[in-house]
């Protein structure tokens, strides 16, 4: 089980961020081991990505993504990834029956900002704003329009961190470390990883 999220301050800076629970049994069985990993990986300079699902489904997702020379355009990226993923989650059996494998890529692309998800099914969908993907999703977006819509003395970052690690101390199956990273135009930097999870 995993949650993605990606939000957007409107300036340029994204932050992306995901638990670090990868269930390696059946996720809806008790008796579920859980092993930490990384879900979050850089894609180039100035996207990072993520899946929740199937490792091995991951795994193709994660290759094709590799395999892109240059992308011209977030619409040009959605119209490869939309077809990649369900091609993935189509060819045999690959993780425990039934899984389903989605994505998240969120960055600058030409400096524009975005946040694509696509689901195991290909389908699309963009944000220039902020969207969550997985375990927990709903709860995740809930909290961030309620942290966004207040007053706080908190930056962007600390409201967003606070909702994944709120949501993820919540959402059953999730597990922190929290991963996160930080995207501008400078680049991808990781504020947070399995080895630093206090920021």
């Known amino acids: 089980m995993t949650i993605l999220g990606a939000v957007h301050d409107g300036h340029g800076t994204l932050l992306v961020a995901a638990d670090s629970a990868q269930v390696n049994t059946d996720s809806h069985s008790e008796a579920a081991t859980v092993r930490l990993v990384e ?16 490792d091995g489904r991951g795994d ?28 993935a989650n189509a060819e045999g059996w690959i993780g425990a029956p039934g899984t389903r494998t ?3 890529i969120a960055g ?10 696509v689901d ?9 704003d902020a969207l969550f993907v997985g375990w927990g999703r709903v709860a995740a977006l809930v909290g961030w329009q309620v942290a966004k819509s ?22 059953w199956g999730l597990e922190p470390p929290l991963s996160l990273w930080r995207i501008t135009a400078l680049g991808c930097d990781q ?9």
């Open 39 to 54: 879900k979050l990986s850089p894609l180039g300079e100035h996207l990072v990505w993520g899946w929740h699902g199937s």
């Open 120 to 128: 195991a099914d290909g389908k699309t969908q963009f944000s220039d």
């Open 150 to 171: 207040q007053e706080s003395s908190l930056s962007f970052e600390e409201r967003f961190v606070n909702v994944m690690e709120l949501t993820i101390a919540t959402v």
């Open 60 to 87: 193709r997702i994660g290759a094709y993504l590799a395999s892109l020379d240059a992308i011209a355009d977030w619409p040009t990226l959605e119209d490869g990834c939309g077809p990649a993923v369900k091609n």
């Open 108 to 117: 600058l692309i030409g400096r524009r900002p975005g946040v694509l998800v």
């Open 191 to 199: 504020l947070r990883g399995l080895d630093d999870s206090s920021g």
């Open 102 to 104: 989605q994505c998240l």
